[in-house]
């Protein structure tokens, strides 16, 4: 488990990451923490396939399993018990709230943005914006008007994914930023990275924090 990084500002930035790269993030995170003023929570106890998607779909690879569409009862969580208890054993009052995820977390946080308003930024990073019917559902909906800046980063590789849905990630995400900009008041980056889903990851978090909290 990665323990909080305490700043003394009222700026925190609320991390899901996949599992397997969080335990070689601690120090790259701690040094981002203190170049920006910015606390890392880093959440913890996330079953990825469920909690991070907003309706039930078809696994992508042979034999995976189905994504559980439990979004919502997920946010819930996040927003009525693991934010309020955080902030209050943090000492963080009146806080602006950053959402960082990565991969599925990163579709969960541009979801999350459409449906409650306590995060002033959004970042998506590899976000998986391929998810079936996701951009027909965003042009439907109206996301917070609480929100300040969204930064989505892509590697430049991604679209050459075997998997037919996971190829159209990148016309799929250009299509969600532009989506947000016309819907919000708030400054959205796209940006192509180098590299393949979410690898590097270290430069890409350092390009986030740069583009919302720079």
């Not at 488990?1 to 790259?28: A, F, H, R, W």
């Not at 991070?52 to 969580?77: D, E, Q, Y």
């Not at 439907?140 to 679209?159: A, I």
Request: hydrophobic share 45%.
């Amino acid at each position: 488990m990665m323990p909080p990084v305490k700043q003394s500002t009222n700026k925190i930035c609320y991390m899901i990451l996949p599992e397997g790269i969080k335990d070689d993030l601690y120090d790259g995170l701690k040094g981002l923490a203190e170049k920006y003023g910015v606390s890392i929570v880093v959440i913890e106890d996330v079953n990825w396939n469920d909690d991070m998607t907003p309706w039930p779909a078809i696994g992508v690879f042979k034999k995976a399993k189905p994504f559980g569409g439990r979004a919502a009862s997920f946010l819930n969580k996040l927003t009525n018990e693991i934010i309020p208890n955080t902030e209050r054993e943090l000492g963080i009052e009146n806080a602006e709230r950053t959402l960082l995820g990565v991969s599925l977390s990163g579709l969960f946080a541009v979801w999350a943005a459409f449906n409650t308003d306590v995060f002033a930024n959004i970042i998506s990073i590899s976000g998986s914006l391929w998810y079936d019917g996701f951009i027909e559902w965003m042009k439907e909906q109206t996301p917070s008007p609480q929100l300040k800046k969204v930064c989505m980063l892509l590697g430049e590789k991604e679209k050459n994914a075997k998997d037919k849905r996971m190829a159209t990630v990148e016309e799929r995400t250009l299509a969600a930023a532009n989506l947000l900009k016309s819907k919000t008041q708030a400054d959205v980056v796209f940006e192509l990275v180098e590299g393949t889903h979410f690898s590097p990851i270290m430069p890409r978090l350092e390009r986030a924090f740069e583009v919302v909290f720079g």
